[in-house]
């Protein structure tokens, strides 16, 4: 996927392990398209999982391509994501599923798994084009158009954060460092603000961030005690210093989900995801963006990344964490 971010790098970001950053990517996945998850292989789920969100190279990606040639229902659940991913790849750079006996490059010798489900065998004219379905999978494809936001919360923000390109790319964690050679007018001198909101008179900012040269945006703070008193974040485009009391332009914007108990994750080491919420562009702006509310023990932090925003006139050569909009440069 271009620019992605590796479950390593996610993990940095949420602060949990890379092991755990997969398991809900790939749970995430199993309930969108659930019909067609549990046809497959368990023993290849997960590789398909990682195909489709762009984590495997080499070896590894040749192998799950060769399952997917030989697998109707993998083939049909790796199509059905897609169907239903499909908005969120960067200018439509989906992973290629391979047509049922499609040629490929030599496989590494499996795994031992128990035997994928043969496909029927059909007539030329009865299979699609897009893919080697016959008619009864792809009647499953189709009936697997659902909205992503239908999905548990939690693993919804891990797959919007690993569809990276849309959201993502200018990695995460790092000290903030600025690349632009010139120094901004104080006309264009901006940066976007992050807000805990209900109405601009009951709402709070939590901090502010530049973007890198892609308009990307990435950060990462405290929440303050009575954040659960709001439903929405904002992020706004602002005049560097002014510290503004309220959003003055609104680019994104999506309300806060609580995240069930059983989807929340955590452990003594480890945070749990207790809210989430997808950021949409407002009228006549750009962007999209993600937010999640991760909680270890008595600390609430708040994660922010968006992705195809107008860049900020300052960049970053890294995102990071978010700071007071009259602190966010000199």
């Not at 590494?108 to 084009?129: F, G, L, M, T, V």
């Not at 937010?291 to 195809?308: D, F, K, P, T, Y």
């Amino acid at each position: 996927m271009g620019r992605g971010q590796s479950y390593a790098e996610l993990s940095t970001l949420l602060g949990m392990p890379a092991s755990r950053v997969r398991e809900l990517a790939r749970d995430a996945l199993a309930d969108l398209a659930p019909a067609t998850a549990t046809r497959v292989d368990p023993d290849w789920r997960g590789q398909v999982a990682d195909y489709v969100l762009g984590q495997q190279t080499g070896p590894e990606s040749t192998a799950t391509r060769g399952h997917l040639k030989r697998s109707e229902p993998a083939r049909a659940w790796a199509f059905s994501l897609l169907d239903s991913l499909s908005h969120l790849y960067p200018n439509g750079n989906m992973p290629a599923i391979p047509e049922a006996g499609e040629a490929s490059a030599p496989e590494p010798e499996q795994k031992p798994a128990k035997p994928a489900p043969a496909p029927k065998a059909e007539p030329a004219a009865a299979r699609s084009s897009g893919g080697g379905l016959s008619p009864a999978a792809q009647a499953i494809v189709r009936r697997r158009r659902i909205v992503v936001g239908v999905i548990g919360a939690a693993v919804l923000a891990v797959v919007v954060l690993l569809i990276t390109g849309v959201i993502g790319g200018g990695g995460g964690g790092g000290k903030k460092k600025e690349a632009s050679a010139n120094t901004p007018s104080a006309a264009d001198d901006n940066a976007y603000e992050v807000w805990l909101y209900n109405s601009n008179a009951d709402t709070v900012s939590v901090g502010a961030q530049f973007t890198d040269a892609q308009g990307n945006l990435q950060g990462r703070g405290n929440l303050p005690s009575n954040w659960k008193h709001f439903s929405t974040i904002v992020l706004s485009s602002e005049r560097v210093g002014t510290n503004p009391k309220a959003p003055s332009n609104i680019v994104l914007q999506g309300p806060l989900q609580v995240v069930p108990k059983s989807q929340q994750g955590g452990s003594s080491k480890n945070p749990a995801i207790i809210r989430t919420g997808v950021l949409k562009a407002a009228q006549g702006a750009q962007g999209t963006g993600v937010a999640l509310v991760l909680e270890q023990g008595s600390l609430q932090q708040l994660v922010v990344q968006a992705a195809q925003l107008k860049p900020t006139a300052r960049v970053l050569e890294s995102t990071g964490t978010t700071g007071a909009t009259g602190a966010t440069g000199p």
